[in-house]
C-alpha cells in the first residue's frame, strides 16, 4: 500500500509541474514545421473530442496535457489565489487554466481530382480511411477475371501455410481449353507458396483451383469463403462463383469492392513480396516422384518494362477474358502513404497508361495538400529535469507551451502516467487510445498540491506539500531543478 501511495505522489508532483507549465521555466524557443489536426481519445471505450489539438512538430506526437491528464485524472481544478492545483472526482467542474484563444487547425483543399482515363470502371484509392481520389464507374458492376485471384491468394494466405505441401487433383483437366495454366498435373506436389507464385505471377487459373481445393476441399465451398470475405472487408456489391475468374454471368465485383479486397490483402507480407516478384523458379515432383523445374514470369509490365515505370509501384495482378478485356489492380506507396489502384475494361496498353496518369496525379495531388496543411511555427521548449525521488528524468525536447498551452509528446505522457497509442487517423483527425497506468479512485481522500516557487541563487525549486488524512503522506520531498 505503501509503495502504491509512493507512486501516485510520484504522479501527482510530475502532472502538476505540468498542468502549471506556464508558471515554470520555458525558455529554448525553436521554429519548425507543424500539423494541427483535431484529437479524439478513446477511453474505457467511449470516444470524446478534444478541443485542442494534436501537434505533429518535427516529425513527434505532442498531445495537449490539461486534456489528457483530465481523463486520468477524472477532475483538475486550480486555485490561482492559494497556488494549489487540487485532484478530485470526476464530478468537479474543471477549472480552464487562462490562455490565449488557440486557433482551430484549417481543414486544407480536397485531394479529389478530376483525369481523363480510357478504361470503363477506374478507381484510385488512398490508404487509411477509403479515401478515393478519383473514380470512373467506380462503383458500378464488371468482371474481373483474373484480379480474382487477390481475393484467393488473401484467404490462402490467412487459412493456409506456405509449406503445405498441395497434391494436384484431377480437376485441373476438367479446366476449359482456353483457361490460363502453368501446366501443374494430377499428383504433382506443390507447396502452397508454390502456387500462390504460380497464380499470381503467370496467372495459372489450375493454381487457382488447387489452393480452392486444398483450403475449401472444393471449388464451390472455397467461393463461399470468397464471398463471406468479401461481404467481412465491406465488398458488398461483388458476388464470386470461382477462385481463379474464368468469365461466368454470376462472377462479378465493383473498382471499389476490388480496391478493398485489395487493401485488405495489402496488409500481408508474403502477398506484397510475391506480387512485388517478376520471376519466380518452382522445384516440384510429380507423381512418380521425378523433379520438375519451372520459371513463371510476371504478366504485370510495370514490372518488365522500364517505359512505364512509376515511383512507388510494388506491384499487381492483371486480367483478361473476352467479356471483361483488359484489368489491372495495383499497390503503390509514395512519401509514406499507399495507393490502390483498380483498372478495369480497358485495354492492353491503356490500362497501364490509366494506372500511371492517376498514380502521378495522386502523388502530385498529395504534395500539394501536405504543403498546405504544414504550419511553421515557433514554440517554447522546456529545458528543465525533473527529479522524482532518486530519478532524474530530463523532459528537454518532450514538452512545449505554444500559444499559452502546454503539450506534451506522447512517449514522455507513455513513460510517466498512462499508456497512450494511435488507433487511426487521416489527414484531418487522430485517434488515440488512452488507458490510465493506475486510478485515483483507489484513493479516499481527495489530495490537495500547493506549488510554491523558490528562487535560490543559480537554481529554481518547487517544493510539493501533499496532504491527505493520511499521516505516512504528509511530507515534502519532491523537487524541480534548473540551471538558470
Request: charged share 25%; proline share 3%; with cysteine.
Amino acid at each position: 500500500m505503501v509503495k502504491l501511495l509512493s507512486v501516485l505522489c510520484h504522479f501527482l508532483f510530475f502532472l502538476v509541474i505540468l498542468l502549471l507549465g506556464p508558471l515554470a521555466v520555458f525558455a529554448e524557443k525553436e521554429t519548425g514545421d507543424a500539423v494541427f489536426k483535431r484529437l479524439l481519445i478513446n477511453s474505457d471505450g467511449n470516444e470524446f473530442p478534444v478541443q485542442e489539438p494534436i501537434i505533429i512538430f518535427e516529425g513527434q506526437n505532442f498531445l495537449p496535457l490539461k486534456a489528457v491528464a483530465n481523463f486520468v485524472q477524472k477532475s483538475v481544478t486550480y486555485d490561482e489565489r492559494q497556488e494549489h492545483l487540487i485532484i478530485g472526482h470526476s464530478h468537479q467542474k474543471i477549472f480552464e487554466i487562462p490562455t490565449l484563444t488557440q486557433e482551430e487547425p484549417k481543414s486544407p483543399s480536397s485531394l479529389t481530382f478530376v483525369e481523363n482515363v480510357s478504361s470503363s470502371g477506374v478507381l484510385i484509392m488512398e490508404d487509411n480511411e477509403n479515401k478515393i481520389m478519383f473514380e470512373k464507374n467506380g462503383f458500378s458492376t464488371f468482371y474481373p477475371a483474373s484480379t480474382t485471384k487477390v481475393l484467393t491468394a488473401l484467404i490462402a494466405l490467412e487459412r493456409g501455410n506456405l509449406s503445405d505441401k498441395i497434391t494436384v487433383s484431377k480437376s485441373v483437366n476438367q479446366l476449359p481449353s482456353d483457361s490460363r495454366r502453368v501446366f501443374i498435373q494430377p499428383g504433382d506436389v506443390l507447396t502452397l507458396e508454390q502456387l500462390l507464385y504460380g497464380m499470381l505471377l503467370y496467372s495459372g487459373n489450375d493454381c487457382a483451383l488447387a489452393i480452392a481445393e486444398h483450403i475449401a476441399g472444393s471449388e464451390s465451398a472455397f467461393a463461399q469463403l470468397m464471398n463471406e470475405k468479401a461481404n467481412e472487408i465491406g465488398a458488398k456489391n461483388s458476388n464470386f462463383v470461382n477462385s481463379h475468374g474464368y468469365h461466368h454471368p454470376d462472377h462479378y465485383t465493383t473498382p471499389y469492392d476490388l480496391a478493398l479486397i485489395l487493401k485488405a490483402a495489402s496488409k500481408n507480407e508474403h502477398f506484397l513480396k510475391m506480387i512485388n516478384t517478376s520471376k519466380f523458379k518452382a522445384e516440384y515432383r510429380n507423381k512418380n516422384g521425378k523433379k520438375i523445374v519451372r520459371t513463371w514470369e510476371t504478366t504485370n509490365s510495370f514490372l518488365k518494362d522500364t517505359n512505364l515505370f512509376v515511383d512507388g509501384i510494388i506491384g499487381g495482378k492483371t486480367g483478361y477474358t473476352n467479356p471483361a478485356r483488359r484489368n489491372l489492380v495495383t499497390i503503390a506507396e509514395h512519401k509514406g502513404h499507399r495507393y490502390f489502384v483498380v483498372v478495369l475494361k480497358g485495354d492492353a496498353q491503356g490500362r497501364y497508361i490509366d494506372t500511371r496518369k492517376l498514380l502521378l496525379r495522386a502523388y502530385k495531388k498529395r504534395d500539394e495538400y501536405e504543403k498546405k496543411l504544414i504550419k511553421n511555427i515557433t514554440v517554447s521548449f522546456a529545458n528543465h529535469s525533473l527529479a522524482i525521488g532518486d530519478r532524474l528524468i530530463p523532459s528537454t525536447g518532450k514538452s512545449f507551451i505554444y500559444k499559452g498551452r502546454t503539450y506534451v509528446s506522447q512517449g514522455l505522457i507513455n513513460q510517466i502516467f498512462a499508456d497512450i497509442r494511435l488507433h487511426s487517423m487521416d489527414d484531418q483527425k487522430i485517434k488515440m487510445v488512452l488507458k490510465p497506468k493506475f486510478s485515483l479512485d483507489q484513493l479516499s481522500y481527495l489530495m490537495t498540491i500547493q506549488a510554491k516557487k523558490q528562487n535560490r541563487g543559480k537554481f529554481l525549486v518547487n517544493n510539493e506539500a501533499i496532504y491527505t488524512k493520511m499521516p505516512l503522506l504528509s511530507y515534502t520531498y519532491f523537487k524541480t531543478i534548473r540551471k538558470s
